[in-house]
């Protein structure tokens, strides 16, 4: 369903993504993790034809995205990590707009929109202006934009920030149910509790880099072999491979530092006493 | 110690904005220097016209002292109402900007600094705004006084005292209505508010200045000025502090025997009565006033859902109607868009009436026989000048518009040519709107016109040139952080655009009213026989540049667009 070859963005002497290879197939939620400034957003901007590669090609359900990226927006649908979104139309007016934009027959766009907006309790407000809305209520809108033309592929860019825990969970049964139906769905994301109970498989992008790719007890058994790595959440194998265990030693310098720094402070209190 | 934290906060601000410049493009240095070159310019202009008639009120008044002074009284109180009415205008909205919406304002607040510290150092740098706006429009009619009457150095520092007390007077007023407003509504109440108020306010200045021009006009006569702004008597207008601030200046110059100390006490108590009570009071209600900004006003929500539902029936369908249809939709419910519609609109409707009585009163008639055709054109390119004004803050822009929901438009299935010609009739909308039914009014006037037919053609024609520079220009510069508020830039940001915009489509204008003079420009060298085949020779010229449009459009302009929704 999503297939990237040798995908590569440069900015100057920068290099965004390099050389990334990935393959999602149908039926799969992949997680896609990294630092932040990795590159996972420009790789799903690449995926989804928000910005050219400046090498390399990736197509989403057999289109190639780079040659035809009309096309292939025709079958994918995609949720920003922001939720920017006309603050002068209704959440209705802007579901109907995007459905004109899919070309979706006005009837079939009507009666999504109300399902959609009962599955994310927006019924009573999809009639006021977007920019009365919150930062959650936006961005599930956004969501509900990127499923009006029941896409093969979604890609969802952090889904879950500014959403309460009730939706957050409806974001993770409606993606689980698109993966079953046979869809693919590609998320990127920081928490990485997320990414361990509900994809299949995760990739990880550190400097542009895909630094590991698989189904999480793969990436156990790859960094830390042996009987050791069971007791390894993603967490740890997150940390261990893109060098976040070195701040470990530096937080605890840091912790032993402001004890001592209390201890001295208590102690000039009672020499003052 | 408040005075400290105030300038350790303002340091910083500048620091960054001297670091900021530090960093800059060449394209961002180009842009500051051009700001300061035209500002410069703009103020020396202003400085060299009013200098230019005190020098003639000093020649042609000279044998009567006692008039020339009231004369100049009466103008240099003018201009200081001026700078009072553009402070109103604007001053409260940069005020209320830079005080309660700075993005830093939040972080000062949560640091250990005395609450009207921070307050206190917002309140020096939106006054520092406002002297920096305010200076072009005000100062330089008194150093141009100053000149003619060749006044010594000490004349333009007081000048300058004078002027910033004014000013300081106006912004610890603004500051402390805006406190006291802040504490009981809610900040997007507020922001309505400034709205409504600076709309009404400038469309008055507006109708002001159109009733003098079209006196002035009427009666052929420029002394009518002068009667006009005599109305403007010091001893009528006591209770203001532009009247003050003439005062105290004037009250230096001997010849004017006016009483100075009465002009800068009472300027004096206000600037620093105001500035403290302002300080004082941010100690209690700057905070409150600052968390209930961004509160929320619940909108009109059966109205929206009445008109939400009317069009879920029988809309058209595809790309083209749908980006037009959320163009319009968002443009309707944007009143601030409306000021500039209105503002076109009055414009538009005194040159009608300017013309109209010109005619009347047979100022018109010996012209008629030899330049009808010069002043038909004009009918039909004024009303395409107003849509063109009008549109290049709206559909001339509405890409760069599109802000930062333009994802939405790139991430859906959207070819480059179905969004340019939807982008496209937006810009030709309110030209379009304007010629049409300016030209079916015509009818029903004594005014010289084209036949409807050839006015609409004409039009229409130069409407879509026009709409087809607009979007070429958002194409090729967009500037997604621009925001539109009463005819201007909100926040400064994308002035060079909507100006670059105006510009542009003044010029090509210009252009089309060149190609529509050719056969006058050419009668006299081919006679008067030859007119019908200069008129086919023009009419096809316009042609020639539709289709140079047509083709730039579907052409370079396309692809340009294809990579904006592809690759950026």
């Known amino acids: 369903m999503i297939t990237a070859v040798n995908l590569t963005k440069r900015y100057g002497s920068l290099t965004a993504v390099d050389n990334l290879n990935l393959t999602v197939k149908p039926g799969e939620i992949f997680g896609f993790l990294g630092p932040n400034g990795a590159g996972k957003t420009t790789t799903i901007k690449m995926l989804v034809g928000l910005t050219s590669p400046t090498s390399g090609e990736a197509w989403v359900a057999g289109t190639p995205v780079a040659k035809d990226p009309v096309a292939a927006k025709r079958v994918l649908g995609y949720v920003p990590d922001t939720p920017h979104v006309y603050e002068r139309l209704t959440a209705r007016e802007l579901l109907r707009f995007v459905g004109d934009l899919r070309r979706l027959p006005p009837d079939r766009t009507e009666k999504k929109i109300d399902e959609l907006m009962a599955l994310f309790e927006l019924t009573d407000r999809q009639d006021e202006l977007l920019g009365g809305f919150s930062h959650g209520m936006k961005q599930k809108v956004c969501i509900a934009c990127a499923l009006l033309g029941e896409p093969k592929v979604l890609f969802l860019d952090e889904p879950t920030v500014g959403l309460d825990p009730r939706s957050a969970r409806l974001v993770k049964d409606i993606l689980r149910r698109i993966a079953d139906d046979g869809g693919a769905v590609f998320v990127s994301t920081h928490v990485l509790e997320i990414a361990e109970r509900m994809c299949d498989r995760v990739g990880i992008i550190q400097n542009g880099v895909l630094i590991a790719e698989g189904t999480v007890e793969e990436l156990r058994s790859k960094a830390v072999p042996g009987k050791e790595g069971a007791g390894f959440s993603l967490e740890d194998l997150f940390l261990k491979l893109t060098g976040g265990e070195e701040y470990k030693e530096l937080i605890r310098h840091l912790s032993s530092d402001q004890t001592s720094s209390g201890d001295s402070s208590a102690g000039d209190v009672a020499r003052r006493e | ?568």
């Not at chain 2, 509504?185 to 002001?208: C, D, H, N, T, Y």
């Open chain 2, 1 to 568: 110690m408040v005075v400290g934290y105030i300038w350790i906060i303002l340091r910083r601000d500048l620091r960054s904005l001297l670091a900021g410049r530090g960093k800059a493009s060449v394209k961002e240095r180009l842009g500051s220097i051009g700001a300061i070159v035209i500002w410069a310019l703009l103020g020396s202009a202003f400085g060299y016209g009013a200098w230019r008639l005190f020098g003639h009120l000093a020649e042609s008044l000279g044998g009567f002292p006692d008039l020339r002074r009231a004369v100049e009284i009466n103008l240099l109180n003018v201009s200081s109402l001026f700078v009072l009415s553009m402070v109103i205008l604007m001053g409260i909205q940069t005020t209320y900007k830079t005080v309660y919406e700075s993005p830093d304002a939040g972080f000062l607040l949560c640091q250990p600094v005395p609450v009207w510290a921070v307050f206190g150092a917002k309140f020096l740098a939106s006054f520092g705004t406002t002297v920096l706006m305010s200076t072009l429009y005000g100062l330089p009619a008194w150093i141009a006084f100053g000149l003619a009457r060749g006044l010594g150095v000490g004349f333009y520092i007081l000048a300058t005292a004078g002027f910033l007390l004014f000013l300081l007077s106006c912004h610890g007023v603004i500051s402390l209505i805006l406190l006291m407003a802040m504490r009981y509504l809610p900040g997007r109440k507020m922001k309505q508010l400034f709205i409504a108020f600076s709309a009404i306010f400038g469309i008055l200045i507006v109708i002001a200045s159109q009733l003098l021009n079209a006196k002035v006009s009427q009666s052929g006569d420029p002394t009518a000025i002068i009667e006009s702004l005599g109305r403007g008597r010091l001893s009528e207008m006591w209770y203001l502090p532009t009247t003050w601030m003439t005062k105290g200046i004037l009250g230096s110059v001997r010849e004017f025997g006016i009483d100075g100390i009465g002009g800068w006490v009472p300027l004096l108590l206000l600037a620093f009565g105001s500035t403290y009570a302002a300080l004082l009071l941010s100690e209690k209600w700057y905070l409150a006033g600052w968390s209930g900004r961004t509160e929320e006003l619940r909108p009109a929500k059966k109205r929206v859902r009445r008109a939400s539902r009317r069009v879920a029936g029988s809309r058209l369908q595809g790309v083209y109607w749908s980006v037009l249809r959320k163009d319009l939709k968002t443009l309707w419910r944007d009143p601030v868009v409306w000021y500039t519609v209105v503002v076109a609109l009055i414009g538009l409707g005194f040159f009608s009436y300017n013309m109209t009585n010109a005619v009347g009163e047979g100022i018109l008639g010996e012209a008629q026989s030899t330049d009808t055709t010069v002043l038909s054109v004009i009918m039909v390119l004024m009303p395409v000048l107003m849509g063109s004004v009008t549109s290049s803050q709206t559909g001339g822009v509405s890409l760069s518009r599109e802000g930062e929901s333009f994802w939405i438009l790139r991430a859906c299935p959207v070819s480059a040519r179905t969004l340019l010609l939807a982008k496209l009739t937006y810009a030709a909308f309110w030209p379009l709107v304007f010629v049409s039914s300016f030209l079916v009014f015509l009818e029903f006037t004594v005014l010289p016109r084209l036949t409807l037919w050839t006015g609409l053609f004409s039009g229409v024609l130069a409407s879509l040139l026009v709409a087809s520079l607009q979007i070429a220009l958002d194409v090729y510069f967009p500037d997604f952080t621009l925001r539109i508020e009463l005819g201007a830039s909100a926040g400064g940001k994308g002035t060079g655009k909507l100006l670059t915009t105006m510009f542009s489509s003044m010029g090509m204008i210009v252009l089309i009213g060149a190609v529509l003079f050719i056969p006058l420009i050419f009668r006299s060298r081919f006679g008067e026989g030859a007119v019908p085949v200069l008129s086919i020779v023009s009419y096809l010229g316009l042609f020639a540049m539709a289709f140079g449009a047509t083709g730039f459009m579907l052409g370079p302009a396309t692809k340009r667009l294809h990579r904006m929704l592809t690759d950026m």
